[in-house]
């Protein structure tokens, strides 16, 4: 959850650097010890990031999130946490992400170049806000089409109704408000700091799908300092080596993509579409179970892909594809989809090894990154275990009674409104329905012998009581529109449709047996939360802590 971030993104603060403290102790958790460089290094890395002034309320709070570390390790060796298959499972991807990363380094250690040009750049993005606002499509052809739409007049905010679950953004039109440097997606933050005020993006490949996006503002802030950059030259220099990392690791993607050569099975490839939603959803035991091919007409051992002197069927490529993410995969629809997804398992095998043939296992940046990332895990997974105490079957009735009291305005069925339609392929035929129903030829007649809806036609082009947003980008208007009143032509694409408001109905207040569902799900992030903190507290209370607060004032740290 994004409120543990705020304990947990202290972690990977712990870095090496050069010690200037005394070998003294900041803390003693249970017989191990914080020292003060260790407090130092944690603590710098942290405001380094977030800019916050020193002060011994901060440091207490960072000292205090590291001893909450050291007991929840403790406590996830009690557990076994770092010892059973999901663990197992968890920290061979680690190591294979740590070793890709590895060498991806080794690639571009002594050809990486960063010009001073390259960091004035990126310094000028880095004290730039940008406000935009995006809507997105599941596949880049829906996104075209939403540019489409966008382009020939349909709002942001109509947009943005139809597209987007959270309600947040879908009542701001898609708004992300200002933003700066690395604060969103990559792909994102470039097109936004590149793109004209105004003017909307081609689809953006984000991870939940396909973004169209609209700059509204650039800012840059004034009175940036040659102080200003020699204090960020570092972290602009890394952020630009990383992004040419990724750059030089694709071109060695490709590379070696041909010389593998891939030779794929045409029939196959279709049976393993056909039966992909199947296929890749995430279960317990991993993608592979073994009934999981029976149901799909046998065809685990079917060759898929042949690979020079090595050969796949579908079930080594459902393992292979069992390290991707169930989001990634949702995003194959197509044969040149799966074909992608192959090659790139295929890459990922070849690099492995080459960084395992580089001796990158024994790397001791590559061993860091390990160790940290398994950390992380183990602090994320105990934090969960923490969490799911909670469930809505343990919420009190009474609490959920008092809560739902107190916002029922949160709970209330939209207007509805009962439509009827004349829907046609063009727009010149769209005006000329229109100007027969101005002369008062009849709205139902023109339906039953004109719509291509035939469902609707048969009923005067009713399409029956349903709320605004089930009408998709013409529902604001639809809201807005007297009983009776006739809306149109609208785009409806690819189509052409002539709307009449035919009844609405009011808002309705849902009772609390109808919203109690809704409820509950409203009310359980803050408790998961409260168990979390619940938990910490019984870890501390059974503990054996000394917090050295003098030391820790006199700790040298970096300056403002």
Not at 132 to 154: C, D, I, P, T
Not at 363 to 391: C, F, M, P
Not at 489 to 511: C, D, H, M, T, W
Request: charged fraction near 30%.
């Amino acid at each position: 959850m994004r409120w543990r971030k705020a304990l947990f993104v202290l972690f990977f603060a712990a870095l090496p650097a050069c010690n200037t403290n005394k070998a003294i102790n900041v803390a003693d958790v249970n017989g191990k010890q914080i020292t003060a460089d260790d407090f130092s290094v944690r603590y710098n890395k942290y405001r380094a990031q977030t800019s916050e002034r020193d002060n011994i309320v901060l440091r207490k709070k960072i000292l205090n999130n590291m001893v909450n570390e050291i007991l929840i390790f403790e406590d996830a060796d009690k557990l076994g946490l770092d010892r059973d298959s999901t663990f197992k499972a968890k920290y061979k991807d680690i190591t294979d992400q740590a070793l890709l990363d590895g060498y991806a380094k080794l690639l571009t250690v002594d050809t990486m170049t960063v010009s001073q040009g390259e960091l004035f750049k990126e310094f000028r993005e880095y004290n730039t806000k940008v406000s935009a606002r995006f809507v997105y499509a599941k596949s880049e052809a829906e996104a075209w089409k939403l540019k489409e739409q966008l382009q020939h007049g349909v709002s942001f905010a109509t947009a943005a109704k139809r597209v987007f679950t959270d309600p947040r953004l879908a009542a701001s039109g898609g708004y992300l408000g200002f933003f700066g440097y690395n604060e969103m997606e990559p792909a994102l933050q470039e097109v936004a700091f590149s793109l004209p005020v105004g003017v909307l993006s081609d689809p953006v490949r984000l991870r939940m799908g396909y973004a169209i996006v609209k700059v509204e503002k650039h800012i840059e802030l004034p009175l940036a300092s040659a102080a200003d950059f020699a204090k960020v030259e570092s972290k602009l220099e890394d952020a630009i080596r990383e992004r040419k990392t990724a750059e030089v690791l694709k071109v060695e993607g490709e590379k070696i993509t041909n010389e593998l050569n891939p030779v794929f099975n045409e029939e196959t490839l279709a049976k393993v579409l056909a039966n992909w939603s199947y296929i890749s959803r995430e279960e317990s035991a991993g993608l592979v179970s073994e009934n999981r091919f029976q149901k799909i007409d046998d065809i685990e051992s079917l060759p898929l892909v042949q690979f020079g002197h090595q050969s796949w069927t579908v079930k080594d490529f459902v393992q292979a594809a069992e390290k991707t993410t169930p989001k990634y995969r949702m995003f194959v629809r197509s044969i040149t989809g799966l074909k992608k997804l192959a090659e790139g398992l295929a890459v990922r095998t070849v690099l492995l090894q080459k960084a395992k043939d580089a001796g990158l296992e024994h790397d001791s940046r590559v061993e860091l990154q390990i160790k940290l990332a398994r950390e992380n895990y183990l602090l994320h997974r105990w934090g969960d275990l923490a969490e799911d105490s909670v469930t809505s079957a343990g919420i009190d009735e009474r609490v959920a009674q008092t809560y739902f009291d107190k916002h029922k305005e949160d709970f209330m069925d939209p207007p509805l409104v009962d439509v009827a339609e004349i829907l046609v392929p063009s727009k010149s035929e769209a005006d000329e329905l229109m100007k027969e129903i101005k002369e008062g030829v009849d709205f139902g007649m023109l339906a039953r012998t004109h719509s291509i809806r035939t469902s609707a036609a048969q009923r005067n082009g009713e399409l029956g009581y349903a709320p605004p947003s089930a009408f998709g980008l013409v529902g604001d208007k639809l809201v807005a529109a007297r009983v009776g009143q006739i809306i149109g032509p609208e785009f409806l694409n690819p189509n052409f449709a002539i709307l009449k408001v035919v009844g609405r109905k009011p808002p309705r207040q849902r009772s609390f047996e109808e919203s109690k569902d809704a409820v509950v799900q409203t009310l359980l992030p803050a408790l998961k939360q409260q168990a979390f903190w619940g938990a910490i507290a019984r870890l501390r209370s059974s503990a054996t802590i000394e917090l050295n607060t003098e030391a820790l004032g006199n700790v040298v740290v970096a300056s403002n």
